[in-house]
């Protein structure tokens, strides 16, 4: 179950991204789903007003880190 704050659009660190798109985890090179770290929506022109979605794993040496676009 996805939390009550889950769906809200905008810029935010943590938490679950507001999926514009389906959802698209991406998952680390060991297989292990990233968390969310931080989404960029907003004030700035991305695309057609979409956002970024950054993820990262702390499960794996390195921290790798991956990213999606959403769009609307």
Known sequence: MWPPDSNVIGTKVGSWPAWTQ?????????GHRMEHLLTI??????????GVHFFHSRQCPGLPWDWRFDCH
């Open 22 to 30: 389906p959802a698209d985890w991406p998952n680390c090179e060991s």
């Open 41 to 50: 929506t907003g004030d700035i022109q991305l695309g057609d007003c979409g």
